[in-house]
Structures are given as C-alpha cells and as structure tokens.
C-alpha cells in the first residue's frame, strides 16, 4: 500500500520468501514507472515504515505474470537474485566499520558484513545498550530502540543521521535530591537489619604494568562523571531521602605481597569481606576500590571493586569497566582522561518515570496487572519457615552445554521469531508447572529497567540501578506440544503491557493511594528470574584486566531477610549458560532444588533441540502485530486451513 503511493511504480507485490538458512526476507517486485531507482524506493519506504517493513530485496520487471482470470500469478514470480546477499560483503563505508568493529567486540565474532542481523549473531537489549554507548564514543547518534528496528549492519548504518543530536542531560557535578526509583523503593521497604551491606562487587585481576597512580587517577574521574557513586541517604519522616553528596574517590591499597601463595585466596576474601562491611549509605560511603598487591609469584595484583546496589546493576558494570579500561589507557599513553559528556541523569529519569506513570496509557494498565497479581499461588516447600535470612541460603548451579548454549544464542530463534527469554521462560514455566499442579504460575521477571519511556531521555551511558521487577502469569495446559509451549509463552510475553515498566511505575510513582495499594500484593513474589546476558564483554579482552578466580567476600550480610522463595539467576559466562537456583534451606532441601533445575534443564534442551529440527519458520501473532486480538491457536488454525494464496491476499488487505 505504501510503495503504491510512492508514484514511481505502476504495480507492486511483497511477498516473504524463505532464504537457504530457514529465515525468511520480504521481496519486492515492482513494475516500475519508468526506470527502476531501488535507492529513491527503499528510502521513500524508511520515511514511512519501520525497518523491518522495508524489502531486503528488489525485483524490476516489465510486467507481471497473470492466471487464467487475470489476477497477478505469484507463483510464477522469479526467484530474486541473492547471491550477493548469501556471500559475506564487508562493511563499506567508514559508519559501517565503526559499527562493525563494535559488534565483533561486544558478540565475540571473527567479522561482521554488511547482512549480518545483531541478534541472529547473538545480540540482546543488554548488549545493545553497550553497542550504543561505544557508538556514542565514536560520533554516532544512536538509541537502543535504533537496534531493534534496524537489525541488520547496512540497516543500522543507513539509519544513522551525521548530524549531532542536542543532549538535554545534566553535566557538570551534580547537586541536590533526586527521587527515589521503583526499586530503590522496594529495598527499603524491606527494612533489611543491615541494609548498608547490599552490594554488588567486582574481583580483577590487574596487571603490575599498571601503575597505582594511574588507577588512583582513574577512580577519581569515575566518581566525579557518575554522581549516583556519590550518594547519600537519610531518613526523614519515615522515608529515606537520596542526595548528590559530595565524597571524592579514592583508590584504597592492601599488601598481601608478603603472604605465602597457597594462602593467597584465603586472604583475598579476607580483604574483600572487610570493604563489603565497610558502606555506610547516610555517610555516602557507596564504594570502595582496593588495589590489592600480591606476592611475586603471583601474575598480577587485584583491583576489588565493591559499590552498594542502591548505585550499581548488571548494565552499569559494562559501563564502568569499560571507562576504566579508557581511563588506564589514556594515563598511559600519555593524555588525559576524557569521559565524554553524560547521559541522562538518574534525576532526570526519575522524574522522567513519575511523568510516565500518571500518563493514561500506564494507569489504564493498572487492571491487567491488578489481574496478574490475583493469581500469585504459594509455591511447594519442604519445610514450613518464618522469613529466612540470607545467611539460610544455598545456591546450585547448573550449565547448559557449550553447543545447546551456542544455538540458544544465535541458531534458533528463526524456529518461531523468538528471543532467549521467550525460550528460557517457556522452559520455566513448564517446569514450575509440573512441580506446583498450577496450570498458570506468577513469576517475579527482572529487567533491565531502561526502556525508552519517551524520546528525551538516554540511560546508555549513565550508571545507577535502574532494574524493573514486574509479575508475569504464565499459563499453558500441561503435557502441550514444545511447538504450543514456545508460541503461548511468546505471546503471553508480548502482550505485557509497556515491557513491563507500567507495574512498578504504577505501584511506587502514581500519585493515587489507592492504585499503588492495588497493586502491592499481599506477599512478595515467591519466585524471581533475571537473564543477565552475556557477561564474557564485561571485562573485555584487555591484556591488563581480567576477572579475578577468587571469590569476592560476601556481597550482602546474613542477617538480611532472603525476599522470596527462589531466586534464579542465568547468564552467559566463557560460552555456556549458568542458571542459578539461590534458596533457603530453612524452606528446602537441596534435592528438591537439584532436580528442579536438572528438569529445568532438561526442558530447554528440549526446547532448543525442537527448534533446531525445525527446517520451516512459523509466525505468531505478535510478528503482525495481532497479539491483542488473535490467538496463537486461531493464527495456527488460520495457517492450516488456508492455502498459499489465500494468506497471502488476507494479509496484504
């Protein structure tokens, strides 16, 4: 319908046809008015369509084969020309080798060409984040959500506009309150019996070729660029305040260089644990960095990095390590450290969020999440327990193998147009539901909390713990096929509401009492899942830093109530997937939990092999933006009972 109105053709058909991989890509065949311009055309459809809209291939014909009564001949349509396509082209221009420089970096790939799609090469929203941050560095204006929509190499590069985008985030060293977010709420409101000791930390190894004056320098710049490092909190009234605070940081140093080898990991933790005791949240104390010397027999010394959670996630290490591996670099080059501007400030997303939550469109949200709440069932225990604190709690791990890990990342998702999540949640559910008798299970999902809620605001380079916790029902009958597992679970996903930002937005920030109390559910979620990505571009590959093999001493103290029943934890670390299972023996024993996660397991090989054996993709609804109006059952039904022809008349009206 659009490439009709573009005028410069007088006939046009779109169809999706299957490439030698399984995956599928829209061709154009047009008739043209008078020569064929594929360039004036493709960017007449970017104007007008999402990325994913626009043909990847193009077809000139002088005319179009017809039936017997007259209609276009489809069938008869020739094969387009994709050699070009199906061999490796490398980038082109000086955008594209940025870019494609970024994404071997962040994927772990030899090379990338100009067809290469991000996720099929093992991308997700995390690590989009990253390629965003590493392009603002470089003179590209890009968001996250550009990712999405252009997921291919040319795509992305085509989109970029070479014009500078004006930045309304806050610069300078910052001062003065910034509002409390969602999660931030949620921690305090638990009232922990030691609530300064709640961290997240970071054991490096570091090589001896770095000198300590070059970190110390490096620190300092850290702490003044990201200024939720220097947060302070009071309690005033029965509310904790947040405050800019204005501690400078500073590079702490223990020797450990006079202690024998064997000892070493034994002091280490020593050490660690010490500076995870040390935070004090109401006198600013958020972080430590300690250099630790080792003795010479030892390859290198250690940097422990230690900062309270209320400053630092999951995305924000990537960000932080990364400006150290700058900061480093350019001490010992010679030149000065140099950050770049800031993103938006967590004050601005803050007030950004609350704008967010009284909108419309969020509190009309407010009655399916009401919904979502109403269906929270306790989970099955062993042992009937008060709340258990931390210091009850076990965790098991268990590894999906490197090959199976391998797929889940890059060679499976064409089955059903799916993401790792849709893969990693349907294999959840389906064992929460075996072992809970409940054909519908609630499931604490943590994301990472920096979608974009409106077109000012820019977190990719802004440090802070921006996690969003939000429920998600999930329900399948038992014992249905991985085919229906896979699709139900998929588009139970994609008809969340906002990515799920609109529950804690609503239950923390809108200003009615009654809506939050709506919302607040009579017990905490007994079950929490986070795929944290893949970790191995963390530290990068840099010569001089590298994750430490010790452990980093305790992040959060025992006397700490444990908030949920089980806590589950995936990630990609060295190529193969970590999950895991984090319970409190006082509700568990360690059977139940091993044979949950061996079924867990069990499941998503199942789910992966399933999808490998698949030479056919199939669409649900949410791939036509049907996923509030149709069924998968009804598209499934629809698709079975209708022939080629057909379909392909249905969807083009």
């Avoid at 008739?31 to 960017?43: H, R």
């Avoid at 276009?72 to 082109?92: C, F, I, N, Q, T």
């Avoid at 230690?306 to 990364?322: F, Q």
């Avoid at 025992?558 to 670390?573: C, E, K, M, P, S």
């Amino acid at each position: 319908s659009v490439l009709s109105g573009s005028g410069l053709v007088h006939q046009s058909v779109i169809l999706a046809r299957e490439d030698g991989n399984g995956g599928k890509r829209l061709v154009a065949y047009v008739v043209p008015v008078t020569i064929f311009d594929k360039e004036a055309l493709t960017g007449y459809l970017k104007d007008r369509l999402p990325g994913y809209m626009v043909p990847s291939l193009w077809v000139a014909l002088a005319s179009f084969p017809l039936t017997s009564n007259g209609k276009v001949d489809k069938r008869s349509l020739p094969e387009p020309e994709v050699s070009g396509a199906d061999e490796y082209v490398g980038p082109r221009t000086t955008t594209e080798q940025v870019l494609a420089g970024i994404w071997q970096e962040l994927l772990g790939v030899d090379r990338v060409g100009v067809y290469d799609n991000f996720f099929e090469l093992g991308g997700d929203s995390i690590i989009s984040i990253q390629v965003v941050s590493r392009a603002q560095r470089k003179g590209l204006q890009l968001k996250p959500r550009e990712l999405f929509e252009h997921q291919t190499l040319e795509a992305l590069a085509a989109s970029i506009r070479s014009e500078t985008r004006g930045s309304a985030a806050e610069q300078g060293v910052l001062s003065g309150g910034a509002d409390l977010l969602p999660v931030q709420q949620l921690f305090f409101e638990q009232e922990y019996a030691v609530a300064s000791h709640y961290n997240q930390s970071m054991l490096l190894e570091v090589s001896r070729s770095v000198a300590a004056e070059d970190l110390r320098k490096a620190v300092a710049a850290i702490t003044a660029h990201h200024d939720v490092l220097r947060f302070t909190y009071q309690r005033s009234g029965g509310s904790w305040q947040q405050t800019y605070g204005s501690k400078e940081g500073r590079l702490e140093e223990a020797d450990l260089s006079e202690v024998d080898l064997s000892a070493l990991p034994v002091m280490i933790r020593e050490v660690c644990n010490t500076y995870q005791q040390s935070l004090n949240l109401e006198t600013g104390e958020l972080c430590r960095w300690v250099l630790i010397h080792t003795p010479a027999g030892a390859p290198a010394d250690r940097l422990f990095i230690v900062i309270h959670h209320l400053a630092v996630d999951g995305v924000s290490w990537r960000i932080l390590l990364e400006d150290l591996r700058l900061c480093v670099e350019a001490l010992s080059a010679g030149k000065e450290i140099d950050l770049g501007a800031k993103s938006s400030s967590y004050r601005q997303y803050g007030h950004a969020l609350s704008a967010y939550a009284r909108h419309g469109s969020t509190t009309m949200q407010q009655e399916y999440w009401a919904t979502v709440i109403e269906n929270i069932r306790p989970l099955p225990v062993d042992f009937v327990s008060s709340s258990p604190l931390i210091g009850d709690v076990n965790t098991l791990q268990v590894n999906l193998g490197e090959g199976l890990t391998r797929s889940l990342l890059t060679g499976v998702h064409h089955a059903y147009q799916t993401e790792i999540n849709d893969l990693l949640l349907s294999a959840l559910s389906r064992t929460l539901q075996e072992w809970s008798g409940h054909e519908g299970v609630v499931i604490g999902l943590e994301g990472h909390g920096r979608e974009a809620i409106n077109e000012e605001i820019d977190t990719s380079r802004t440090v802070g713990w921006f996690t969003n916790i939000y429920p998600v029902l999930l329900s399948a009958d038992q014992g249905v096929s991985a085919a229906d597992q896979i699709k139900s679970v998929k588009e139970q996903l994609r008809r969340l509401p906002g990515k799920g930002m609109g529950y804690s937005a609503l239950r923390y920030l809108h200003p009615s009492a009654e809506v939050r109390g709506r919302l607040t559910p009579d017990f905490p979620f007994e079950i929490l899942f986070n795929y944290l990505g893949q970790l191995g571009n963390v530290t990068g590959q840099d010569g001089w830093m590298s994750k430490a093999k010790e452990e980093g001493g305790a992040t959060i103290s025992a006397d700490n109530r444990f908030g949920t029943r089980l806590a589950i934890n995936a990630q990609v670390t060295g190529g193969v997937l970590q999950v895991r299972w984090s319970y409190a023996a006082t509700d568990y024993q360690e059977s139940t939990i091993r044979r949950l996660a061996e079924q867990y397991l069990h499941h998503l090989s199942a789910l992966i092999r399933h999808c490998q054996e698949k030479e056919t993709g199939e669409h649900t609804p949410s791939d036509f933006g049907l996923q509030e109006n149709v069924g998968y059952e009804e598209l499934n039904t629809f698709m079975n009972n209708s022939n080629a022809d057909d379909q392909i008349d249905i969807f083009e009206f």
